[in-house]
């Protein structure tokens, strides 16, 4: 949110109950702090200040000042504390504890992946059980409590234990170097030990020669963690900080600094003497293991996709995409306008990017406010605004500058998505289809739909042995297909029985275009309408709804008919919420729109409607 500059609109000293209602709100969002501490975060007569900006993507926000120093954000009326606020008092928010390699990524935009993640011994439920999605934490390196950076859980505990710690894990909000800590006094990461160290570090000074990268038991669940910051340190089981039982997400086995006694004063003191020097150069070479390494592969060839991406990106902004192109859909923009742009040799591929789906991707150019992307027609997203002014500066690489890659003719470019007609388990259904992992809302293609209702009746044995083609119904069967007055039958044909189950089931749709992941969309199949319409003065025009689920530009579309019959075509919105954009054709063209959609498009003609009225050949 603040790798970019912002823009200061007002800044004001705050009023004595506006310094008071933010307190208050202070203390209720966070119930733990002592009302000592809420002096220290608002003081009641130091120099306070609210400043109102705007980000790079346009987001109108607050920015609440102690002695010029942010302490508290205010996005969409939630208060977020600064790294400012959070090294005054660390354990304010559940912590995620990672490598020191990892903040060099973070620093350059990237949000912290689960594998980024050190926790204490095997992951469990338990683990972060008090993690909700969305929820406000921080991230802290090993060997130092001092947060590096704020930001929101990106998927629940639940989610985390069972996405098998893969994925993204917090979506960083702020983070120490960004414009918003430039906004204060520019003040370093403090030194803050853990607190959790070993009672005696000449005890295992052996063990520490042969650990000088980190260390994994799998066999007992412990761990040893040997840092860059050079602390040795063996660790107990996690304790809970104020803010719930999530405490810090870490490695191995802590000893807590309640429980020690006089002699950690020494291992304290020399953890903080090799912790004083600035995070961010920290000596990477002589912490690197073969998990580091393994993990620093991973995350750079995400990193060269990622960065893959944000190049063709721009060179398709800033030199491909036209205003006259919009809206465009986005699986049309990513396969007409970035991949002409992918350098030979090099293959522009979404899911070996961190991000995954084109989706995501988009959604984050959305928020650097290069594009505006909406959702014009069901399951199809467009790209309705370009905003090129940040690009001025932007050069084009060289290779793409001396040799361009030129698209691939129309013809060649063009597949059609995948269309499969499914049904949507619904409550009715479900005792039938539970037992094959299927729950409410899966959505399951006709051909599973006939071999799970064949499974259930063959291990249940309710085929009828003197009639195989009747099946007997049994009480979870009669329950879904039979209707009031229909106690009395007690056997149905397989194909009764088949339409019966789906008539309870809803109908989807699901829809593959390429390079993008499936959306389903509820409901039966819309074919392409085509239409004819008569207007003032008898004459005609061809109307062409419904293109988009089909992946076809329609922009393309009109420009294609508009040349190769030499008539006017026009655009424009249905009034329809999600019914995408209707095309308007002079005259009679039904034959010739045919033919593009029957040859060129290769959409099956029992998805077309409207083909009867083209004209009569004489």
Known sequence: ?????????????????????????????????????????????????????????????????????????????????????????????????????????????????????????????????????????????????????????????????????????????????????????????????????????????????????????????????????????????????????????????????????????????????????????????????NTEETQEEVMDLLDNMDELLDVCFKCAIKSSVKKSDLPLLTSAFFKNHMVKFCPPGKLLDVKKSSYKKLSKFLQKMQKDGYIKVKELSKGADSIVEVDKSQLRDFELPIQIDSDPLQPLPSEAEFVLPKLTEMYSVTSAVLPLFKPNGQRKGSAVAMTDIRSYIDEYVRSNNLQSESKKSQVQLDPIIADIVLTKGENNITHLSWEDLFKRILSKMQPVLCIEHVGQPPTYQKGKVEGIKLDIQQRASNKKVTLIENIETF???????????????????????????????????????????????????????KYINGLEKAPKRR
Request: proline content about 5%.
């Open 551 to 605: 992946g076809i530009d329609p922009k393309e579309l009109a420009h294609t008919v508009q040349v190769g019959m030499a008539c006017s075509a026009t655009i424009s919105q249905l009034p329809q919420k999600n019914k995408g954009v209707q095309i308007v054709i002079q005259g009679n063209q039904i034959s010739y729109i045919a033919d593009l959609l029957l040859n060129k498009y290769k959409v099956p003609r």
């Open 1 to 289: 949110m603040f790798h970019k500059p912002f823009k200061v609109k007002t800044q004001t000293a705050i009023k004595g109950s506006e310094r008071k209602r933010v307190r208050n709100d202070i203390e209720k969002l966070f119930p733990n702090l002592q009302p000592e501490d809420l002096l220290q975060i608002i003081p009641a007569k130091d120099e306070m200040t609210v400043a109102k900006i705007y980000t790079h993507s346009g987001d109108s926000l607050v920015i609440y000042c102690v002695q010029k120093n942010p302490v508290f954000i205010e996005v969409f009326k939630e208060l977020i504390p600064t790294v400012y606020s959070m090294w005054k008092f660390p354990e304010l928010l559940p912590v995620f504890r990672t490598y020191p390699p990892v903040f060099s990524k973070l620093k350059g935009g990237a949000d912290l992946m689960l594998p980024g993640v050190v926790v204490e011994g095997e992951v469990t439920p338990y683990t972060f059980r008090n993690i909700k999605k969305g929820d406000l934490c921080s991230v802290c390196l090993i060997g130092n409590k001092a947060p590096i950076a704020v930001g929101r859980a990106a998927l629940s505990g639940s989610d985390m234990f069972e996405s098998a710690m893969r994925g993204k894990g917090v979506q960083i909000v702020h983070l120490f170097g960004d414009d918003l800590w430039s906004f204060g006094d520019k003040s370093q990461i403090p030194v803050i030990p853990d607190g959790m160290l070993l009672m005696n570090e000449d005890d295992d000074s052996d063990k520490y020669e042969q650990s000088s990268s980190i260390k994994m038991d799998q066999q007992n669940g412990d761990s040893k963690v040997t840092g860059d910051l050079g602390i040795n340190s063996q660790l107990n089981k996690q304790q809970s900080c104020n803010s719930g039982d999530v405490g810090y997400i870490s490695s191995g086995q802590y000893v807590s600094e309640s429980t020690g006694n006089q002699n950690d004063s020494g291992v304290l003191d020399q953890a903080m003497n090799k912790c004083n020097g600035s995070l961010h150069e920290l000596d990477l070479k002589n912490g690197s293991n």
